[in-house]
């Protein structure tokens, strides 16, 4: 998911906060597990990941209404 995360980051010019998040490294407690078992755990990370890029995306627009209000 390394090139995918890198890549969205990239698209969207917000650059992420937590290089885990980036890499999919020890992101959660016993994503070593989860992953080898379940891909839905993927899911579940990826999906964290876009919401995150969504808050990030809000703060982003925020910042640029609040300045041309002033």
């Not at 650059?15 to 992101?27: C, F, G």
Request: net charge negative.
């Amino acid at each position: 998911m390394l090139k995918w995360n890198r890549m969205s980051s990239d698209l969207s010019g917000i650059p992420q906060t937590d290089e885990a998040v980036l890499t999919s490294v020890d992101l959660y407690p016993g994503v070593q597990y989860c992953r080898n078992y379940s891909p839905h755990s993927l899911w579940h990370e990826e999906s964290a990941n876009g919401l995150l890029e969504l808050v990030f995306m809000a703060d982003a627009v925020n910042n640029i209404l609040a300045r041309k209000n002033n």
